[in-house]
């Protein structure tokens, strides 16, 4: 473990080898696998479980009974929702050993996973998505997309501040929340004065 700059409570679980960022704080019952790499101001609900190889960028809020396998990339300003879960094999069987099999998830910057939602390996979300409570990702996410069901499908579109965006007759939106402006051109979203976010 990187140094003392951080919270763990009593009751989390650990391993030598991984590392925390300062002012991270992980709360009741966790588990810390070497090889797990957590960055800055991250909160850590009760219960959740951090595989080796995992990484996640600073401020990174993780809601209780949540599990991160082995394959995971979250960026800054991720926020993990209650009981959400990723996978890392395709097509599990337990008689059938596929560790190296692993997809990697690839979760963008200031993205939002909501309570309950599973995400398929091997899909990447974009910077700023939403994908709503209980939906089920099975494909990629584009920037700023709004994404509710099973199999999840968008219905819309979201800001950096996390407000819905209804786009003119010119393309462009502005946040209720935040005054930023955005720019839906060819299906996907910009905010103004800004370069366009990668998927």
Partial sequence: MSNQSYYAHTSAFLDDGCVIGEGTKIW???HIMAGAHIGANCSLGQNVFVAADVHLGNNV?????????????????????????????????????RKDAYK?????????IGANATIVCGTKIGAYAFVGAGAVVTKDIPPYALVVGNPARRIGWMSEHGERLHFNDQGIAVCPGSNQTYRLVAGLVQKLDTKPVEQ
């Fill in 104 to 112: 990697k998830t690839h979760v963008g910057r200031g993205s939002t």
């Fill in 28 to 30: 009741h019952f966790c």
């Fill in 61 to 97: 809020k993780i809601q209780n009974n949540v599990s991160i396998y082995t394959g995971v990339i979250c960026e800054d300003d991720v926020f993990l929702g209650p009981s959400m879960v990723f996978t890392n094999v395709v097509n599990p069987r337990s008689a059938v050993n």
